[in-house]
């Protein structure tokens, strides 16, 4: 997902299978598959969604790039959205860790979507800080969202 998203050009060996019920890892000749648990449903019209979504939980581990260029990367990718692709992610990410939640908000000031990005600041609790090293610099609302 994250080559064909354009976050990085190294092509992976390991491939991410989201399921809504959890099953071992299986190896396939080189390829690893990994069965990720994924709390929406799973449709034809989801999939772009859940993939971008998945990209921002796991933003730390993408290999060969930097937080700051894999926001670069968001940021350029939700700019070709139309807004009731922006309400579906919203919506989506509602099952989502805090953590992603919080960075889609983010993303989504950062876009003058604030509309949409109040609805996910309702669902986190405003104590707690997001560890994301270096974004304060790249996202001008990160402190709102407690974006380290």
Do not use: M
Not at 52 to 60: A, M, P, S
Not at 106 to 125: R, W
Request: hydrophobic share 35%; glycine share 2%.
């Amino acid at each position: 997902t994250y080559n064909s998203l354009g976050f990085t050009t190294q092509v992976s060996n390991t491939i991410q299978i989201g399921k809504n019920n959890v099953r071992p890892n299986l190896k396939r000749e080189r390829y690893l598959i990994n069965f990720v648990k994924q709390n929406n449903t799973i449709n034809k019209e989801n999939i772009p969604y859940l993939q971008l979504l998945d990209c921002l939980k796991t933003i730390k581990k993408i290999p060969d790039t930097t937080i700051n260029k894999a926001i670069e990367r968001c940021i350029a990718i939700f700019s070709d959205y139309q807004l009731n692709d922006i309400k579906q992610i919203v919506r989506l990410a509602q099952k989502y860790p805090p953590s992603t939640r919080a960075l889609l908000g983010a993303l989504l000031d950062e876009l003058q979507l604030e509309k949409y990005s109040e609805t996910l600041l309702k669902t986190l609790n405003p104590i707690t800080k997001y560890d994301f090293l270096g974004l304060k610099d790249k996202l001008t609302h990160s402190k709102k969202w407690n974006l380290l």
